[in-house]
């Protein structure tokens, strides 16, 4: 058998279910690469080793083979709570936080049978399209170090793009899977609002952020995502009456046969344009154009769109966005002179809008949703680049001008937000390496519980252009 990394989470899957391999071996592995290569590369912020090797003994001695994720390694993104475990959330506001209770995903993984190897780093409470806090040192790309790896998913998607995990579950609230994603060159699915009952977003502001997986291929994030849906017996737990539309069908099925004719739109407008000045790079126009190429010759219908000027969003989601740190708990002076500079203008922000600003927020986004819906509908799928300009170099966000930070932001993903307000599922597809050897993406964007015409869609192109092939320089 090759090295357990260079094999798909799914083949290793199935090198375990033949005892090929066990989980303590696997997870033994996983822990030596971690331990060689983590420090150039920022991926995780703590390493449970010894809590990592007894879960894997546990798996083996007393889960059934028949869980969805038995013996497979992943870690929890550093917005999760497992207890036990210290939880950072990227900020020093929290240096030294052990909780003694595991959040639902956490819980969800665990009892679909994968082992957990630590946390891995995001910006501080996930609030920035970029992972590099004060907390920790900065998450990199394995395709260059001088650049980052996107975020707030970033160390999870440097681990699985470093083959440091064969996956990883991460969350997204503006883009903060599908970031990551297109700038560590992997699949990147944030599911529709409601899917997945752990990390539906149906409890969260605005209804924003849900889980996902980060993989190599799309069947292996088919294989996690059906695994976070229903841990056990294959049957989703649903804490809410709400959840997205479609049936209970593993997803797996739809990212392995990749079947299916699909009409699809390709768009290069986004909510933001009415504010901001966005600009495609020639590199991200490549990527739309090679997965355009790629879809015709795959005999789908394509069709250009554009979206309609919409003045109320950007106020809404920035009102939103501050709203949402609001709560983070900093009271003092002292506590909050350990937040990062952009955290501080948030929490400010946040705390002097009244009801009536929240309320006509939510108000314009739901109005928005709808529009967005509306005008896509005549879609299977919509194609869109997944970022507008290639992935960051580190330290280039304003760390002290809050609105500048904010721009950037805007300008590098303007495509992934209106997303998550519309609750619509969407995929980021690493169809494009440029002459620099960096991964530039595309992204997929879903009717509501769209996800299995997602993965077969990803599946067709991933058969025709093989990124999974495509494999980043070790670090020295």
Partial sequence: MADPHELTALEQWQALQSREISPSELTEHYLGRIEKFNPALGAFVTVTADAARARARFVEERMPRTAPLWGLPFADKDLYLRAGVHAGFGSRLFDGYVPNQSDDLVQALDNAGGVSLGTTNTPEFGLASYTESLAAPPARTPWNLALGAGGSS??????????????APGSDGGGSIRIPAAACGLVGLKPSRGRVPAASGIDKLGGL?????LARTVADAALLLDAMIAPRDGHPDHHYALRAP???????AAA???????QLGVMTTSAWDNDYSIAIAPEAQAALDLAVAGFAALHHGLEETALKPDASYVPAFRTIWQAGAAGIPAETEAEIALLEPLTQWLLARGRALGARDLA???????AFERSFIHQLSKFDAVLTPAMALTPRPVGWYDADDAEANFAQQVQYTPFTSMINVSGLPAIVLPVHQTDDGLPMGVQLIGRPGGEATLLALGAQLERRIRWQDRVPPEPA
């Fill in 246 to 252: 479609g049936d209970e069908t593993p997803l797996l």
């Fill in 256 to 262: 392995v046969r990749g079947e299916g004719r699909f």
């Fill in 209 to 213: 952020p849900v889980g996902g997986p």
């Fill in 154 to 167: 970033g160390g999870a998607a440097v681990a699985v793009a470093a083959r440091l995990l064969p996956f």
């Fill in 360 to 366: 006509e927020a939510l108000a314009a986004l739901t």
